[in-house]
Nanobody
């Protein structure tokens, strides 16, 4: 079975950093779009960042995180990371990673495009 497992969430103060990991198993990891999304109860899910795991690591970010978050990959480990710096209280959310069902590009930050989802990891930023 396909599994995407997130880790690295936690509680930090404003200005702090966290690194999230998303490790895939049972999934054709190469040549796929892997995205990070976040959701706060009562609000729509927001696409944060996405990366292509093929030879060309195409990357896209939401405007709200540009310059603060960095998405990266380690294809040898079937893992995508989200380095989050200069965290703000409004970054608090459940963060989930997701993967496309096929080798389609470009990668988008639209949750409807992603077939496989992890369970999520909570990020809480206190002021």
């Amino acid at each position: 079975a396909v599994q995407l497992v997130e880790s690295g969430g936690g509680s930090v103060q404003t200005g702090g950093s966290l690194r999230l990991s998303c490790t895939a198993s049972g999934y054709t990891y190469r040549s796929r779009c892997i995205g990070w999304f976040r959701q706060v109860p009562g609000k729509a899910r927001e696409g944060v960042a996405t990366i292509y795991t093929g030879d060309d690591a195409r990357i896209a970010y939401a405007d709200s995180v540009k310059g603060r978050f960095t998405i990266s990959r380690d294809n040898a480990k079937d893992t995508v990371y989200l380095q989050m710096n200069s965290l703000k209280p409004e970054d608090s959310a459940m963060y989930s990673c997701a993967g496309y069902g096929g080798p389609w590009v470009p990668c988008a930050l639209l949750d409807d495009d992603y077939l496989y989802w992890g369970q999520g990891t909570q990020v809480t930023v206190s002021s």
